[in-house]
């Protein structure tokens, strides 16, 4: 099996939905070991979610705007498996006021949260368990590609996401001497709780599909299950020089420069 003996920690997990589950369903049934995290209120849904898959993982606390959670995320694997090979990094957040054609309104405060929760964590994170992969490992951080664009209406998270890149980049270079593989995944548009809160994303889930060479639908198993796949990929031996890098799984939505044309109406259009 792909992931066998491997032990990976996945942060995201909310509800049987979200991203970071379909990984986490698909990295134990590619035989590894798993261990989820949560804190807060979310911790009870997230240990609920937790139950729903076999075995049942152990859910640690972090948040990562609470800087000894780090060390102490750390000492608990450390003590418990002794070593890691693979983290997803799941995790993002920005206030409303920072969303939803607010770009130039946005206080200082709130642009700061977004970037520390949904960018800066990728970099505490590694450099938490960095130590802990010792033989080499993967680090996969999921993301909406920013890289040369600005989308309707995500505003400061569209920034913070185009951060997140340049540190899977840096990180890239810094971890790269240790055989720690470090990549971003930017996955097409799923209707998950935490995408529902993203303004316009109705708009991208209905549309993205017309424009997606492969095909997309953001409430289809197939869509996201395409995503967990790769991500797995990434995690295991299977790509070992492959790094810094931002792999698209968007069924081919960015390789596009518009939706395909209907001859056929164009057609009937010069005729009319």
């Known amino acids: 099996m792909l992931l066998t003996g491997k032990k990976l920690l996945i942060t ?4 049987p939905q979200s991203i970071a589950f379909s990984v986490a369903e698909h990295a134990l049934a590619q035989g590894a070991e798993v261990l989820l995290t949560s804190f807060g209120r979310p911790m009870s849904l997230t240990q609920r979610t937790a139950k729903k898959l076999s075995p049942v993982p152990e859910v640690l606390e972090l948040d990562v705007t609470n800087t000894a959670h780090f060390a102490a995320l750390h000492d608990t694997i450390k003590q418990k498996w002794g070593r890691l090979d693979g983290v997803l990094h799941a ?3 920005a206030p409303e006021d920072a969303l939803g054609g607010r770009f130039a309104t946005a206080p ?3 642009v700061q949260n977004a970037f520390r929760v949904s960018t800066f964590s990728l970099k505490e994170l590694a450099v938490a368990l960095a130590p802990l992969m ?3 490992g993967s680090i996969v951080t999921l993301d909406f590609d920013n890289s040369t664009q600005a989308w309707p209406l995500y505003d400061w998270m569209g920034v913070c996401k185009a951060g997140l890149e340049a540190v899977v980049r840096y990180l890239a270079r810094d971890l790269g001497p240790k055989k720690i ?3 971003a ?3 097409g548009p799923i209707a998950t709780i935490a995408a529902k809160g993203i303004p316009g994303f109705k708009f991208l889930e209905n549309t993205w599909g017309e424009q997606a060479p492969l095909g997309w639908d953001a409430r289809s198993d197939g869509s996201i299950d395409a995503v967990a796949r790769t991500t797995c990929a990434l995690l295991s031996d299977w790509m070992p020089s492959t790094t810094g890098e931002l792999i698209r799984v968007d069924g081919g939505f960015h390789a596009m420069g518009a939706k395909p044309v209907d001859l056929a ?8």
Do not use: M, P
């Open 181 to 183: 593989r470090v990549n």
């Open 134 to 136: 010792d033989k080499g």
């Open 12 to 15: 995201g997990v909310l509800t």
């Open 108 to 110: 200082w405060e709130s």
């Open 185 to 187: 995944l930017a996955a």
């Open 91 to 93: 995790i993002a957040f």
């Open 265 to 272: 109406a164009l057609a009937a259009e010069k005729q009319a």
